[in-house]
C-alpha cells in the first residue's frame, strides 16, 4: 500500500465498513471521544485512512 493511499480520506459509510460496525457505533464512539480522530469538513465528516489504521492499533488486544 502506498502512502497515498493510507492518506485517503473515508466516509463515515467507508469507516463503518471498513471497522465492520453500525453507523450508531461510530456515532456513539465519536460522541464520547473513544473513536478514531475525524474531521469536519463543512457538514460532511471525513477520518483519514492512517489515523483510522494508528487507532486501531491501540485497541489491540494484548491477551
Partial sequence: MTTDEHDELLTLDELC????????????????????????????????????LAWLQTKKDSV
Fill in 17 to 52: 465498513a471498513l471497522l465492520k460496525i453500525p453507523k450508531a457505533t461510530a456515532y456513539k464512539q465519536r460522541a464520547t471521544g473513544t473513536g478514531p480522530p475525524g474531521y469536519r469538513i463543512g457538514k460532511h465528516l471525513r477520518f483519514k485512512r492512517s489515523d483510522v
